[in-house]
């Protein structure tokens, strides 16, 4: 009984060591963090800047409703990323259980949204359509920190960079968005209209294969460690975060949205055209990024399953040669087979002498 005992506990205690998570490096997630934070704050900054410059409300309200989904998706991002840096500081001293990992995670983004905030809500602290977009950011911040807590930071971190790099790709492709929509045959009205829609297309498929490149290169330098599932879930992570930005916007800034469309009809209809065109391009750079990063997957593996089928297949190649000696049992019965040649011989012999005898007589 006691020896029975004793052979139950042992896998209990293996149940009991689970294996460590494998964390960034440092350096990376620190400078991912810094990208991030970077990019908030130009997009925080250029937010009040537009916000403080109209000397009319309406157009205060409409530059807060343009502003707003940018900042919420810097925001996301930023709260993830520094959420990752806090952990990956704090993990290499000792490490975290599950618990105490989502609520440093989640506390550190909940910081990042409260800082995010003021520079918004210092605008009019008595207006509540700044205070909306204050708690907007802050919930948005606080959604990527616990983001950042789950057991997976090698993939948070590649969503992380993959979605500076799409923020990047929209910023130069708006830079040059004048010739661009040339190039697309941008006239009259409507023209003008399809130039637009196919600069959005565009955008967003390039902002997709940005983010399944950058996200496969990054979880590539992990090695075999990582599924490829995880690769898709990396790739189609930054179109994900504009989703969740996009929810964000509609739910917690319903308020300013509705503001902003009480301005005028045009304004209402420009709102909700913008809404569903940001919806739109935030799938396709999630499918597009998923694409991206299964395909270069694949091209991966292919290849080195491609080269261990013939290794495999060599020992089994080599068996016929050991097989040699037994076909060569048949060349020593040769003298054997000699035998009846010697004994026909004397016969052959006697037959021409009595062949020789007859003719003679």
């Known amino acids: 009984m006691r020896t029975g005992r004793a052979v139950t506990l042992s896998p209990m205690s293996d149940r009991q060591t689970a294996p460590e998570i494998v964390e960034e490096s440092r350096l990376t997630v620190a400078l991912i963090a810094v ?19 109209r000397a009319d409300a309406a157009m205060e309200v409409t530059s807060t409703a343009y502003a707003l989904p940018g900042a919420v998706s810097a925001v996301l991002v930023a709260g993830a ?16 259980g599950p618990t105490v990992r989502f ?21 009019n602290t008595l207006g509540t359509i700044y205070a909306a977009v204050g708690g907007t950011l802050a919930a948005a911040a606080t959604i ?10 090698r993939v948070v971190a590649a969503v992380a960079a993959a979605s500076v790099g799409v923020f990047l790709i929209g910023f130069v492709l708006n830079l040059f968005q004048e010739p661009v929509l040339d190039a697309f045959g941008a006239g009259d009205t409507e023209s003008s209209a399809n130039a637009a829609q ?38 189609a992570g930054p179109g994900l975060l504009l989703v969740i930005g996009e929810l964000l916007s509609r739910t917690a800034g319903a308020e300013v949205l509705e503001l902003a469309g009480k301005v005028s009809e045009l304004e209402k209809t420009v709102q909700e055209l ?3 065109a940001r919806l739109n391009n935030a799938l396709i750079v999630v499918f597009a990024g998923a694409l991206t990063a299964i395909v270069a997957v694949g ?19 080599a068996k016929p040669q050991a097989a040699k000696p037994q076909a060569a049992k048949p ?3 040769k003298p054997e087979a000699a035998k009846p040649e010697a004994e026909e011989e004397p016969q052959s012999s006697s037959s021409s002498s009595e062949t020789a005898y007859h003719s003679n007589s």
């Open 35 to 53: 990208a991030s934070v970077a990019w908030t704050a130009a997009m925080l900054w250029s937010a009040r800047a537009s916000i403080t410059s």
């Open 81 to 96: 990323a520094v959420a990752l840096l806090v952990l990956t500081l704090v993990s290499g001293r000792r490490p975290l």
């Open 103 to 123: 609520a440093v995670a989640t506390g550190s983004g909940l910081l990042v949204g409260l800082a995010a905030a003021i520079p918004i809500f210092t605008i």
């Open 144 to 153: 990527g920190g616990a983001l950042a807590g789950l057991r997976i930071p």
């Open 198 to 235: 196919w600069f959005s297309y565009s955008q967003a498929a390039l902002s997709g294969l940005a983010a399944g490149i950058i996200s496969y290169l990054l979880l590539r330098r992990a090695g075999e460690g990582v599924r490829w599932p995880m690769y898709a879930l990396a790739g």
């Open 274 to 276: 913008l809404s569903t």
């Open 299 to 317: 091209r991966t593996l292919g290849p080195a399953a491609d080269s261990a089928e013939p290794e495999a297949a060599k020992p089994q190649a």
């Open 331 to 333: 060349e020593a019965a």
